[in-house]
């Protein structure tokens, strides 16, 4: 996450995408035959291999050296410079002198680091590696670093093998382009760069996945995002939104029919689980499919095969199930209106959305990401937002999430009079710094903030949350009633929630 100007205008960069390199983050330079060949002047095969050069002062010796070895060898001296270096389609390697750039310069750097083409590698004296944000960028998008000064002989190994490694990636999928795309999530703080991890690790098994997090966080998204990065990325995606379909129709629309199975039925009728078969299913608000459908869910989970209304056969069938809610499931199960042995063979794996409240600067990137995606709505050329607006941002709720920050981003495209949209426009001016705020106001907002942003990073383990943020967990489930993030509709009945396994004896002992 950057400092960034309230005035300037935040471009979402590449670098704030979810771009998932397969082979990013290996150190262990595997790739073969072609990276391990060193290359002579006379090898017209590796003659056209380009490296990407960014340093503020580059090393002449060093670039002759790579040249001498075969290397197109193109030499950046800016974030900007190496951005515009860059092609789509182009593969090569990278070096990266983080030494030679101040650290204030280097955040520029990431969406270059960022970008899939590229194999990078880092050159890193002692005092940028004990800098936490070089070591991120390093760790996150580079193959190895090299301490300076380097050895020409391990400059050229490395080099070789992260081009190798960049060259072995699917050429089925996309190359990163530094656009935006329309499914692309926007993201750089310490919880989505946290989500974005949970999507690349279990996108590589078969597992099912649940997907828990508030209204118009991203689920969809998310689940998407895991399709697309999974071995099943040829086979289809098939969303269905249980909650979207009348109860009597559900039954058929999973499973299909057979001619004739009722009235009306004039031919045969694939049903969602089929039609994903080798894909992905994507099970939306899976916490209103009512009992009947759970039960032939679960059937169909634990043998594999459906049988269509209507059909006698039993077909076998091969998808990945992904499930979300914005429900809580768990409330759902001691209230008996959701299968527990369903829920624990949907949510083998968890995925949590942070809500868009608890995203920091994300708001303010997204803002800016959403209004270059849909400026266009309005003749007049808009340049950004007012500082009020933006802290109307910080300081709004946004029950909404991401998709009412797109909504009233949308709207006020539309209505704003001016070049950059106010809070008026955002229909958020009694959320602006303007309006005063006590110091106790303030106060309460960044504890409920740092209760939120411990919860999400422990996945609701109290004991863990309450560890981190220095307090007892009685403390904590207390601090949860007061900033209303826990129902504490039972609390009267029971000195607390029935159903909360988390609490042991001697905190119900603290607390009475
Ligand atoms: N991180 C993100 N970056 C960019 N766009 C996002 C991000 N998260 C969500 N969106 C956008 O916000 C909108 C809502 O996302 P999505 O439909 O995935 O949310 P959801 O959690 O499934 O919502 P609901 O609970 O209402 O079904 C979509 O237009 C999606 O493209
Ligand atoms: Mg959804």
Not at 155 to 181: E, I, K
Not at 268 to 292: C, H, S
Not at 390 to 404: D, F, Q
Request: include cysteine; charged fraction near 25%; hydrophobic fraction near 40%.
């Amino acid at each position: 996450m950057r400092e960034t100007s309230h005035l300037s205008p935040v471009p979402a960069p590449a670098g704030a995408g979810l771009r998932l390199a397969a082979s990013h983050g290996s150190t262990t330079p595997a790739a073969p035959a072609a990276s391990d060949v060193v290359p002579t002047a006379v090898d017209t095969r590796v003659a056209t291999r380009t490296l990407l050069y960014v340093a503020r002062a580059p090393d002449d010796a060093l670039v002759e050296h790579l040249k001498s070895r075969g290397w197109n060898v193109l030499v950046a001296r800016s974030a900007h410079e190496v951005g515009r270096l860059i092609k789509p389609a182009t593969v090569c390697a990278g070096i990266a002198d983080m030494a030679s750039f101040a650290v204030r310069e280097l955040p520029g750097l990431e969406p270059s680091l960022r970008a899939q083409q590229v194999g990078w590698i880092a050159l890193a004296n002692a005092e940028r590696l004990a800098d936490p944000d070089v070591r991120r960028l390093i760790r996150h998008y580079c193959f190895d670093y090299v301490k300076i000064p380097v050895a020409n002989a391990t400059v050229d190994y490395l080099v070789g093998h992260a081009y190798g490694m960049v060259n072995l990636c699917d050429p089925d999928m996309p190359l990163d382009t530094t656009s935006a795309s329309d499914d692309e999530m926007v993201g750089t703080c310490e919880a989505m760069q946290q989500l974005f991890r949970t999507i690349r690790k279990v996108a590589n098994t078969d597992a099912s996945v649940f997907i828990s997090g508030e209204s118009g966080t991203g689920k969809e998204l998310t689940a998407l995002a895991i399709h697309e990065r999974s071995p099943r990325r040829k086979f289809p995606f098939v969303p269905i939104n249980c909650g979207a379909i009348p109860h009597h129709l559900l039954q058929s629309e999973l499973f299909g029919y057979e001619r004739g199975a009722f009235t009306g039925a004039n031919q045969r009728k694939i049903g969602r689980v089929e039609a994903a078969n080798g894909g992905t299913l994507f099970l939306d608000e899976i916490g209103d499919l009512p009992m009947e459908s759970q039960a032939s869910l679960l059937r169909f989970l634990q043998e594999g095969k459906i049988e269509r209304l209507g059909g006698h056969e039993s077909i076998p069938v091969d998808v990945r199930i992904i499930s979300a809610t914005h429900v809580d499931l768990e409330d759902a199960m001691s209230d008996a209106r959701f299968r527990s042995d369903l829920f624990h063979r949907l949510c083998v794996l968890r995925v949590d959305e942070p809500p868009l409240r608890a995203r920091g600067k994300d708001i303010e990137l997204l803002a800016h990401h959403i209004l270059g995606k849909f400026k266009a709505d309005n003749a007049r050329k808009i340049r950004g937002f007012t500082p009020s607006a933006i802290e109307a941002m910080y300081n709004y709720h946004w029950p909404g999430n991401v998709r009412e920050l797109i909504n009233r981003v949308r709207r006020a495209i539309v209505m704003a009079e001016n070049k950059l949209i106010s809070a008026e426009d955002l229909d958020l001016a009694h959320f602006s710094e303007q309006q005063t705020t006590s110091l106790a106001q303030a106060r309460e907002a960044a504890e409920k903030r740092a209760i939120e942003a411990a919860l999400l990073r422990h996945r609701h383990r109290l004991n863990e949350a309450a560890a981190d943020l220095g307090i007892s967990r009685v403390t904590l489930y207390r601090l949860m009633g007061t900033h209303g993030l826990r129902d504490t509709s039972n609390d009267d009945k029971a000195g607390f929630k029935g159903d909360d396994k988390d609490l042991d004896a001697s905190d119900q002992d603290a607390r009475d």
